[in-house]
Structures are given as structure tokens and as C-alpha cells.
């Protein structure tokens, strides 16, 4: 069973950071495509980083986090992490992990809240 568990959201001023983590269980992430997603109340989730899996690619990020955003992975700990810089009150939103184990069917984690005070 596919599992993915964030955390290291929380409160954070205008230009600080925040480190999210995904642990993947149930697979070995390394292999697929997985991806930084975020959403607002009443809005659509939004891609917000991926990195490619085995199959090779390049790492993309939306284009209002590109310089200040920067997705990894850490293949022992299964785990894909977002370094989120100069945070805006824009950033505000629940971030999901989420993992492409077939092309366009997504597993998702629960979520973890960011909040940047405006």
C-alpha cells in the first residue's frame, strides 16, 4: 500500500523558510516522478515542483516559485523534500506530496499547512 506522510509546514514570516518532507512507503521513490502540489480554499491545486523519476526528465517548478523553490531527494530515507526561501504571503496554502506511479494517476499525502503572515 502506498503511503506518503508530510510534515515541516507551519508559521513563518515574510521572507523566511520552511523545509517540507514526503516519506514514501509501500515503494521506492526513487523510481517515479514525484511532485510538490499546492492549494488554496476555493481554488484548483496547483503543480508546485516535480522531479522525474528513473525514466529521466527535467526537474520543473512553477514559474512563481522557480528561484526561491528547490525540490530533492534523499533515496535512503525515501523521502522528497521542497526547500521553500524568501516565502510570500502568496506561499499560504496546503502543500501535497504526491507520486506517479502510472502516468497521470497520482497517490497523494494528506497535506501540510504553510502560512505566510501578509
Known amino acids: 500500500q502506498v503511503q506518503l506522510v508530510e510534515s515541516g509546514g507551519g508559521l513563518v514570516q515574510r521572507g523566511g523558510s520552511l523545509r517540507l518532507s514526503c516519506t514514501a512507503s509501500?515503494?521506492?521513490?526513487?523510481?517515479?516522478?514525484m511532485s510538490w502540489h499546492r492549494q488554496i480554499p476555493g481554488k484548483e491545486r496547483e503543480l508546485v515542483a516535480r522531479?522525474?523519476?528513473?525514466?529521466?526528465?527535467?526537474?520543473n517548478y512553477a514559474n512563481s516559485v522557480k528561484g526561491r523553490f528547490t525540490i530533492s531527494r534523499d533515496n535512503v530515507k525515501n523521502t522528497v523534500y521542497l526547500q521553500m526561501n524568501s516565502l510570500k504571503a502568496e506561499d499560504t496554502a496546503v502543500y501535497y506530496c504526491?507520486?506517479?506511479?502510472?502516468?497521470?494517476?497520482?497517490?497523494w499525502g494528506r497535506g501540510t499547512q504553510v502560512t505566510v503572515p501578509s
Open positions: 504526491a507520486v506517479e506511479i502510472v502516468k497521470g494517476h497520482y497517490y
Open positions: 522531479v522525474p523519476g528513473l525514466e529521466g526528465g527535467d526537474t
Open positions: 509501500g515503494i521506492i521513490a526513487n523510481n517515479y516522478p
